[in-house]
């Protein structure tokens, strides 16, 4: 069975920075695409950022390409969101998710796609 750890998130001011770790287990980690959402009080899941098994390649929602960077490394069976430069908006509770073998791109912009979620990690974001 897939496990999904996240982990480094916490109070921070506008313009500083996090990292967000994913620590997967369960299954050959190598094989799998993984992206995180985000869930504000009142707000909708949406997507942040995926990787994908293959290649890699790399997706990002336009309100965070050029302030975040999605990462992995399969050696350590774990993906890594860089959030920087980091506005209030940012607020939310932040989910890693992994499909296995998942490369087509409408699918891992959207939850739908993902079959294993983590219990997340709380990002808040001071003005």
């Known amino acids: 069975q897939v496990q999904l750890v996240e982990s480094g998130g916490g109070l921070v001011q506008a313009g500083g920075s996090l990292r967000l770790s994913c620590v997967f287990s369960?299954?050959?980690?190598?094989?799998?695409?993984v992206g995180w959402f985000r869930q504000a009080p009142g707000k909708e899941r949406e997507f942040v950022a995926a990787?994908?098994?293959?290649?890699?390649?790399?997706y990002y929602a336009d309100s965070v390409k050029g302030r975040f960077a999605i990462s992995r490394d399969n050696s350590k069976n774990t993906v890594y969101l860089q959030m920087n430069s980091l506005k209030p908006e940012d607020t939310a509770f932040y989910y890693c998710a992994a499909k296995n073998g998942l490369s087509y791109y409408r699918m891992v912009l959207t939850a739908d796609g993902y079959d294993y979620w983590g219990q997340g990690t709380q990002v808040t974001v001071s003005s």
């Open positions: 990787i994908t098994w293959t290649g890699p390649s790399t």
């Open positions: 369960g299954r050959t980690f190598s094989t799998y695409t």
